[in-house]
């Protein structure tokens, strides 16, 4: 049983670094949301990471493997996200805020998930993302964007709105459906 864990939880970093990778590449380019602010295409699918990594907790935890693979699934992350952007010339602001962001808040992520291990899976997620995605978010944005041409405060402001409204919304989208499919498994089992 162990082996198929291990199997799910090298899937989930694979998904997990792929999603990191494809949301830098989509940095640069913005939506326009009017009053909900900038969206930063990448946003929209670095949501995903958020639960993909509480995914990759939960199925190390049933494999007794622990944080360190976590921890090392977001370090290849990094690392592969800054070999890809260095490919494909992304600014180096945007490689610096990237691999700062991911490191800080998916590492604060990882603790807070595992102090709450004792919890439901759906408030160990909320609880730990609660706290990283806006750490991300804040994080990402000053240090990409501080004193670039066109990115006064406000335009900042604006793009950490719509990173948290899409961020928390698909996150929580996909930890909903996860928990009810996990739940409908569960019934179908017993049955």
Known sequence: MKGHYIFWLSMTAALYTVAVAVSNLLIPIFINLGPLGMLSAGTLTFGLTFTLRDIAHQTSARAGLGRTPIFLMIAVAAVVNVIVAAIIGTPSRFLIASFG????????????????????????????????????????TVVAFAGEPGYDAAIMLQIIEADLLFKFGIGALIALGKNWWDRTLKREATE
Do not use: C, K
């Not at 807070?112 to 750490?135: G, K």
């Open 101 to 140: 962001a991911i490191l800080l808040s998916e590492g604060v992520d990882t603790e807070i998930y595992h102090r709450l291990r004792q919890r439901t899976w759906l408030m160990r997620v909320f609880s730990s993302n609660a706290v990283s995605v806006p750490l991300d978010s804040i994080t990402f």
